[in-house]
C-alpha cells in the first residue's frame, strides 16, 4: 500500500504479511491518493489457490463488480483499477474520474448506454427510511434480459438484499413485461434499522421490518412506473450537454477559434438530480426540419403510373449506323457434278 496525504510533504510504502502485520515500511515520493497492489494471491494455500486458477474469469469478474460499486457510490473520489499479467504493460480495466453525483458515476463506469435510459427515483418507505437513485425508464428498451446492472446500497454500503430486485421486477414487468428494470438505489434510514454484522463480507443485511420495505418498494415503484414520463429529465438534460461539449471538443482543440465558435452561448444553469448546480457552455444544435409525411397508398400508385408512363413515351435512343466496311464475302464454292 502507498499513500500520501494532502498534508504530507512525501508518501508513505508499507508492505503487510500474510498475517496482516506489516512487514516493512518506507518513506516514498509520490503524488497525492492511495494505491494498493496485490499478488501472489492464496499462494501460502495450495488449495484455494488452484481453485482461483481454475474459477479465474468468474473471480475477476466479481472482483470487477465490487469495485464498480464503489466507483458508483463514492462522489468526489477519482478511481483507476489497473490488470498487470506477468511483465506486460498494466492494462487499465476501469476509471471513475471524481463525479460530482450519481449520475455523473454512472456515466463514467457504464456510459451513455445505460445512463441514457435511467429516471430519478425517490420514494419513501416505512419506519423513516427513503429508497433514492436511479431505475429504468418503463419504456422498451430501456430495460435488460439480464440482471448485470443492478447496485443496492444500505446507507453508501453495497448489499445484496435479492427480495428488492424481486419486488422490482414485479412491478416493472407490470409496464414492459419483456425486460426486467435497471436499478441504483440506496436505502436511508437510521442505524438501528439495519444488521450488517450477519456475515463477514457484510454484504447480508437484516432490516427491521424488511416486508413491509419490500412492500413499500413494490407499490411505490409501481405508482412511479405507472405515471406518463416526464417531458424533460434533468439526468438526460445534463447528459445531453455533456455529449454536446465531448462532439465540439473533439471538432476542433480547446482555445483555438473554431472551438470558441463552436462553444459560444453560456447555458443556464443545470440543476444536476443531485442538487449540484452545474453550469456547462454548449451550443445547440441546429434545428432540423421536421420529416415528410409518408405517401399514402394511392399517391405512391399515380406516382408509380407517371414514372412507367414517361418511359414509355421517351423514344429509345436511335443507334448510330457502323461507318466500318463489312469484310468481303468468300466466292461460293461450284458444287460438283
Given at each position: 500500500?502507498?499513500?500520501?496525504?494532502?498534508?504530507?510533504?512525501?508518501?508513505?510504502?508499507?508492505?503487510?504479511?500474510?498475517?496482516?502485520?506489516?512487514?516493512?515500511?518506507?518513506?516514498?515520493?509520490?503524488?497525492?491518493?492511495?494505491?494498493?497492489?496485490?499478488?501472489?494471491?492464496?499462494?501460502?494455500?495450495?488449495?484455494?489457490?488452484?481453485?482461483?486458477?481454475?474459477?479465474?474469469?468468474?473471480?475477476?469478474?466479481?472482483?470487477?463488480?465490487?469495485?464498480?460499486?464503489?466507483?458508483?457510490?463514492?462522489?468526489?473520489?477519482?478511481?483507476?483499477?489497473?490488470?498487470?499479467?506477468?511483465?506486460?504493460?498494466?492494462?487499465?480495466?476501469?476509471v471513475a474520474s471524481s463525479g460530482r453525483s450519481l449520475i455523473e458515476n454512472i456515466h463514467?463506469?457504464?456510459?451513455?448506454?445505460?445512463?441514457?435510459?435511467?429516471?430519478?427515483?425517490?420514494?419513501?418507505?416505512?419506519?423513516?427510511?427513503?429508497?433514492?437513485?436511479?431505475?429504468?425508464?418503463?419504456?422498451?428498451?430501456?430495460?435488460?434480459?439480464?440482471?448485470?446492472?443492478?447496485?443496492?446500497?444500505?446507507?453508501?454500503?453495497?448489499?445484496?438484499?435479492?427480495?428488492?430486485?424481486?419486488?422490482?421486477?414485479?412491478?416493472?414487468?407490470?409496464?414492459?413485461?419483456?425486460?426486467?428494470?435497471?436499478?441504483?438505489?440506496?436505502?436511508?434510514?437510521?442505524?438501528?434499522?439495519?444488521?450488517?454484522?450477519?456475515?463477514?463480507?457484510?454484504?447480508?443485511?437484516?432490516?427491521?421490518?424488511?416486508?413491509?420495505?419490500?412492500?413499500?418498494?413494490?407499490?411505490?415503484?409501481?405508482?412511479?412506473?405507472?405515471?406518463?414520463?416526464?417531458?424533460?429529465?434533468?439526468?438526460?438534460?445534463?447528459?445531453?450537454?455533456?455529449?454536446?461539449?465531448?462532439?465540439?471538443?473533439?471538432?476542433?482543440?480547446p482555445g483555438t477559434p473554431a472551438a470558441d465558435a463552436a462553444v459560444a452561448a453560456p447555458?443556464?444553469?443545470?440543476?444536476?438530480?443531485?442538487?449540484?448546480?452545474?453550469?456547462?457552455?454548449?451550443?445547440?444544435?441546429?434545428?432540423?426540419?421536421?420529416?415528410?409525411?409518408?405517401?399514402?397508398?394511392?399517391?405512391?400508385?399515380?406516382?408509380?403510373?407517371?414514372?412507367?408512363?414517361?418511359?414509355?413515351?421517351?423514344?429509345?435512343?436511335?443507334?448510330?449506323?457502323?461507318?466500318?466496311?463489312?469484310?468481303?464475302?468468300?466466292?461460293?464454292?461450284?458444287?460438283?457434278?
Open positions: 500500500v502507498e499513500t500520501r496525504h494532502a498534508s504530507a510533504a512525501r508518501g508513505t510504502r508499507l508492505e503487510y504479511a500474510a498475517d496482516q502485520s506489516v512487514r516493512a515500511k518506507a518513506s516514498v515520493g509520490r503524488g497525492v491518493g492511495t494505491t494498493v497492489r496485490v499478488k501472489k494471491l492464496f499462494t501460502p494455500l495450495p488449495v484455494r489457490r488452484k481453485e482461483l486458477e481454475r474459477n479465474c474469469k468468474k473471480e475477476y469478474q466479481q472482483a470487477l463488480r465490487i469495485v464498480q460499486e464503489y466507483c458508483v457510490a463514492s462522489t468526489g473520489v477519482k478511481i483507476k483499477l489497473f490488470n498487470s499479467v506477468a511483465d506486460k504493460k498494466p492494462l487499465t480495466v476501469l463514467e463506469v457504464f456510459g451513455i448506454a445505460v445512463s441514457g435510459h435511467l429516471m430519478r427515483a425517490h420514494v419513501r418507505l416505512a419506519a423513516g427510511m427513503v429508497a433514492s437513485g436511479f431505475v429504468s425508464k418503463c419504456v422498451r428498451g430501456c430495460g435488460r434480459v439480464k440482471t448485470d446492472v443492478r447496485f443496492l446500497y444500505i446507507r453508501s454500503r453495497p448489499v445484496d438484499i435479492s427480495a428488492v430486485g424481486a419486488k422490482l421486477n414485479q412491478a416493472y414487468r407490470l409496464q414492459n413485461p419483456k425486460e426486467k428494470p435497471m436499478f441504483f438505489l440506496n436505502i436511508a434510514g437510521t442505524a438501528s434499522s439495519f444488521d450488517v454484522n450477519v456475515t463477514p463480507d457484510k454484504r447480508t443485511v437484516l432490516v427491521k421490518g424488511g416486508d413491509d420495505m419490500c412492500e413499500n418498494i413494490y407499490e411505490g415503484f409501481r405508482r412511479l412506473w405507472e405515471a406518463p414520463p416526464a417531458q424533460a429529465d434533468s439526468s438526460s438534460a445534463l447528459l445531453r450537454q455533456i455529449r454536446w461539449v465531448a462532439e465540439r471538443e473533439d471538432d476542433a482543440p447555458a443556464a444553469g443545470v440543476q444536476d438530480p443531485a442538487g449540484v448546480q452545474v453550469d456547462l457552455t454548449v451550443s445547440q444544435p441546429a434545428a432540423t426540419p421536421p420529416p415528410a409525411a409518408p405517401a399514402t397508398p394511392l399517391q405512391s400508385a399515380e406516382r408509380f403510373l407517371a414514372l412507367r408512363n414517361r418511359k414509355a413515351a421517351t423514344p429509345a435512343p436511335a443507334t448510330p449506323a457502323s461507318t466500318e466496311a463489312a469484310p468481303p464475302r468468300a466466292p461460293a464454292l461450284a458444287t460438283p457434278a
